[in-house]
């Protein structure tokens, strides 16, 4: 079991709805099983191969590992004795049944915001839709001090605020469910907006221009949210809000394919959300102002004309940089000499979020792992970016993403071996894209044998 | 006592592209649907760049191909001689894996001609009596391509086809095939970028008067997203198509077009190292209980299901039929019987033409590159005046640049230091004019089971008898004088021919064609055909056998697109009716 960060990555982890034992109608319970995937409750609360909700999945932070609890109905593992008010108060405002409190790896500081009705349905559906499993996950063993729960009600004084939700009349009614959504269960700030001193989400709604700003998150950048015009028209910014819709639903669209944690999100939650839903998120997503770009930053013109300028170098294939030449041997063949992929199955790389991300993390392990699109319920291909860790070196790799991140219009920073050296470290046995086994296929022959 | 299994309603033998085809249609149904696929599993992650750019491994070793252990054919070319296995593949590469040859293609997908599939009542109505060798079995397809239309046109948006639309519900097309059938739509995609070669084969074959197109790709010219939401990204021209996966996810396949969709189906599932060895059939005969597979642990296992689809490749489909007793075999000297009667194949041949000062770029190209004529297929001209029937595509294309197969003048060296000059000297400088041909079906051209031979699991081997015909070398004779009119139009510095004339034989040894076609033909006369017009088993009615297997003679386009519409025309008639009322979709009167 490996350890991740956060928004642990699920991979093809099904889970089904199974018949309600009693009690509520079937619409509440249906509603319930909605509202926690556009939670994604799962991702968290499932660990690799095991039973959907029975927990023990490790999310690494930044004060050690903290274990995801059994939230199946199970009586003595899981959840089963929870009455609607204890477990509202899990949801909302982090505490447990016993009254210690939950470490906010549970994003409850934005769960806050749950209706009355929301919580009952999902009440509803983790009583009555899901399977117990009577499966204990390790405890979570903090050092001193983090293993002081009752520390945890300070941290939640000030930093967890966020009240039950209330629709502004001033804004489109689509527009107010998509801001529910996303200040809510679907916690997008957990990872797209930046956290304070305290490992805390510097804003936890759109009052504050930190919200959904972008953030690190791990190796990971993840981008900007803020959707609105202002910034430098880069990301989401430059996506109208079909494209968020499509990216949400698909994990792809003209401008990007999902990598890293999303892929996780998009698979387990997003695409299951209705159109409408999507469309809600996306326009509120829009309507939140991008944050000033700085000021060196190149203008779309200088973007065009360096774009033009990297494609036509790229084409005459005379006088190439390593980078150069790595990026036609091992890149151009999908993303293209402009960089610009191929519309919804090859992403673009020119102005690539992840590749111009001030930190290269992610872009340096997309190069040494590939990537692979989650199948979605609409788009089931997965047409996977192989990984490049056995076949090029780390002065390789930090020569082609150097060339990668200043390429076209883009302008990330130079990107050195060393750091392509933590990054392959940190990979260490997952499973990187290996070559042909020359010692088992390619000595078999159609012969005699 | 064999290993059993629980109980589906449908299990699929072979997870090729008819396999996969079937998984969708029956899934959608409500089915619950089992394949069982006797090599390994692939998916488009064992396909990712650059693995399947080596040619030794895919090209000459032939890594995706089945081994002769697994499914040797034995071979002759006459009823009289004594039948050989094959110990090593060659002119034929059927595929072997999920996906199956559907993996390794090379991806021209083109339609026959609505004369091609009614080849007999043309033939009864344009050759006089005494014409055609008496010898000939060729029959009419028994499905119009008005009922096949739709099912092109569904399966070459599955396929992303690229291509000239030629005549669009009956408007002849400029650019396109003015002799293809009318289409309903477009192609979906434009065609692929030309070569050198094909706009000197272009030019020279329009000044002779011929109507030559871009030859119809499923190797993809634009990104493509499918009906079932499968995706296919932009050929790059990287030249490693035929016997290779796809290292850019550019050519229809079942794992870029079908696959990811259908595992996605909870009522689907499926199991790879499973070699189906025969279908059990109830004491009467006259259903299957299910099908007998080897595990792979060598354990035999049962596997009952309602309803089997043989979606094998076409030669071991009809081996299944053979070993499984389904329907009547096949004897050439009674003429009675089905199973194993009208064998057929594909007859090609061309001019190599050398040009010291051309580059030809052959490293940059897909594997349908290419521009072809159909001036020569039945009906365009008049055959009957050479003596035979049937037409051949004339083209010429470029399907792949790698080094090992490069062809040399015949006078060049095959090893050491000449060859190494030959090869430095004449690659990249030579062009190819081609023509592929049909093939009749005839008294002795068949397949049946092998009276010496036996695999791993004691079942007899299938034993093939073929052999090229009179009508097929007169064929060729025709198709020959025509490249070499190209030829001369064209000038090339040095040149070799090559076509199977009066006198030759069939070759195993080299590399012909993997359009085996025939054996469980399809037809509306349950004593010329095996399998009725919607692909069921005469005599087994919860058996259906959709693939080449169906054609009761070879036309000259390549038979993918056939086969996949077939597939899905048989599939509407099993869901629309089939499955309400399960029994023979034919009367046998």
């Known amino acids: 079991m490996t350890a991740r960060h956060l928004i642990p990555l699920l991979a093809g982890s099904a889970f089904a709805l199974a018949a309600p034992a009693f009690g509520a109608t079937d619409d509440t319970l249906e509603r319930g099983a909605y509202l926690a995937r556009a939670g994604d409750c799962v991702a968290c609360h499932t660990a690799p191969g095991g039973e959907a909700f029975a927990g023990g999945l490790p999310i690494e932070s930044p004060f050690g590992i903290i274990y995801s609890t059994n939230i199946t109905p199970d009586d003595e593992h899981g959840i089963g004795g929870y009455t609607e008010e204890e477990f509202a108060a899990a949801l909302r405002d982090g505490e447990r049944a016993d009254g210690a409190n939950l470490y906010p790896a549970m994003p409850y500081p934005s769960y806050a915001n749950l209706t009355d009705d929301d919580v009952h349905a999902l009440y509803v559906y983790f009583m009555q839709g899901v399977e117990p499993v009577a499966e204990q996950p390790p405890e979570t063993d903090l050092g001193f001090p983090f293993n002081q729960r009752w520390g945890i009600s300070a941290w939640n004084w000030l930093f967890a605020d966020q009240p039950t939700f209330t629709p502004s009349a001033s804004n489109p009614e689509l527009t107010e469910r998509g801001r529910y959504l996303v200040q809510g269960l679907g916690h997008c700030g957990s990872c797209h907006t930046p956290r304070g001193f305290a490992e805390q989400e510097t804003a936890l709604d759109d009052s504050d221009s930190d919200y959904l700003a972008g953030a690190n998150l791990g190796e990971w950048w993840a981008p900007s949210l803020r959707g609105g015009s202002g910034g430098d028209g880069r990301g989401v910014e430059g996506w109208d809000t079909q494209a968020i819709v499509d990216y949400l639903k698909t994990g792809r669209n003209a401008h990007a394919t999902v990598g890293g944690e999303m892929t996780s999100v998009i698979a387990h939650s997003t695409s299951h959300l209705t159109d409408k839903d999507l469309t809600g998120i996306a326009q509120y997503l829009k309507s939140l102002p991008a944050n000033p770009a700085a000021e060196d930053a190149p203008s779309a013109q200088d973007r065009q004309r360096a774009t033009n300028e990297t494609e036509a170098h790229l084409t005459a294939a005379k006088n190439l940089s390593d980078g150069e030449r790595l990026y036609l041997d091992n890149c151009a063949a999908c993303h293209f000499n402009a960089g610009q992929g191929a519309e919804r199955v090859f992403p673009p790389l020119n102005g690539n979020a992840l590749a111009n991300a001030d930190n290269p993390s992610g872009l340096i392990h997309t190069i040494l792992a590939g990537a692979k699109p989650p199948a979605t319920p609409t788009i089931p291909a997965q047409l996977p970016m192989p990984g490049f860790a056995w076949r090029l070196s780390d002065d390789e790799v930090a020569s082609l993403a150097t060339f990668v991140r200043g390429a076209w219009g883009n302008d990330g920073d130079a990107v050195k071996a060393e750091q392509v050296a933590d990054v392959r470290d940190e990979l260490g046995d997952a499973p990187l894209n290996k070559a042909v086994d020359r010692e088992g296929e390619l000595n078999q022959t159609d012969g005699e044998d | ?589």
């Open chain 2, 1 to 589: 006592m064999a290993k059993q299994q629980p109980r589906v309603d449908a299990v699929i033998v072979g997870l090729g592209w008819t396999g996969s085809i079937m998984g969708m249609e029956l899934t959608d149904a409500g089915l619950n649907v089992l394949a069982l696929e006797r090599g390994e599993d692939r998916t488009n992650e064992d396909l990712a760049y650059p693995k399947p750019a080596d040619e030794l491994q895919y090209g000459i070793r032939h890594t995706m191909m089945q081994k002769p252990k697994q499914a040797a054919v034995t071979i002759r070319r006459d009823l009289d001689e004594r039948a050989l296995p094959q110990r090593k593949l060659g002119a034929f590469l059927p595929g072997n894996g999920v996906g199956g040859a559907g993996a390794h293609w090379t991806g021209v997908l083109i339609r026959p001609t609505p004369t091609d599939l009614q080849l007999k009542t043309f033939a009864d109505q344009a050759f006089g009596k005494g014409v055609l060798q008496d010898d000939m079995q060729i029959q009419d397809f028994g499905v119009s391509w008005d009922e096949l239309e739709p099912h092109f046109t569904f399966f070459e948006k599955v396929c992303g086809q690229s291509g000239t639309t030629g005549n669009l519900n009956g408007q002849i097309q400029e650019g396109g095939d003015p002799f293809e059938g009318p289409r309903s739509e477009p192609y979906p995609l434009p065609a692929l970028q030309d070569t050198q070669n094909t706009e000197m084969f272009e030019k020279a074959a329009k000044q002779l008067g011929y109507h030559p197109f871009p030859n119809p790709s499923a190797n993809v010219s634009r990104a493509w997203t499918n009906p079932y939401g499968m995706q296919l990204g932009p050929c790059n021209y990287c030249g490693f198509c035929s016997r290779y996966g796809c290292l850019n996810y550019s050519k229809a396949s079942p794992q870029t077009c079908i696959l990811n969709a259908l595992k996605q189906r909870s009522n689907f599932d499926y199991r790879t190292n499973a070699n189906v060895t025969r279908v059990e059939l109830a004491a009467d005969g006259k259903t299957a209980t299910g099908v007998t597979y080897v595990d792979n642990d060598g354990e035999e296992v049962f596997q009952p299901a309602d309803m089997v689809i043989l979606a094998s490749y076409a030669l071991n489909n009809v081996r299944l039929m053979l070993n499984s007793g389904i329907g009547q075999p096949y004897d050439p000297v009674a003429r009675t019987g089905t199973v194993g009667r009208n064998y057929s194949y594909q007859v090609g041949g061309g001019i190599h033409c050398y040009f010291d000062d051309i580059e030809f770029n052959p490293f940059a190209t897909a594997g349908a590159t290419g521009k072809m004529f159909n001036d020569f297929s039945p009906g365009n001209f008049d055959s009957a005046q050479y003596g035979f029937i049937g037409g051949a595509k004339m083209h010429s294309s470029q399907a792949s640049g790698t080094p090992i197969k490069t062809p040399l003048p015949k006078d060049a060296p095959s090893w050491g230091q000449g060859y190494k000059d030959a090869l430095q000297k004449h690659y990249g400088h030579h062009m190819k004019l081609s023509m592929t041909g049909s093939v009749m079906s005839y008294r002795s051209n068949m397949l049946d089971l092998d009276p010496t031979w036996k695999d791993p699991y004691g079942m007899p081997l299938l034993r093939m008898t073929f052999d090229w015909k009179r009508n097929e070398h007169r064929l060729s004779a025709f198709m020959r004088d025509r490249l070499r009119e190209i030829a001369d139009v064209l000038q090339p510095d040095y040149r070799d021919e090559s076509f199977n004339l009066e006198g030759s034989h069939f070759k195993v040894t080299s590399y012909v064609s993997t359009h085996n076609v025939g054996g469980a033909v399809m037809g509306t006369d349950p004593s010329t055909s095996a399998i009725n017009r919607y692909l069921q088993s005469w005599d087994v009615h919860n058996v259906f056998v959709p693939g080449g297997n169906a054609f009761p003679q070879n036309f000259q386009s390549n038979p993918t697109d056939l086969i996949g519409a077939l597939t899905y025309w048989s599939a509407k008639k099993i869901r629309e009716e089939y499955l309400q009322n399960p029994g023979p979709l034919m009367s046998r009167a």
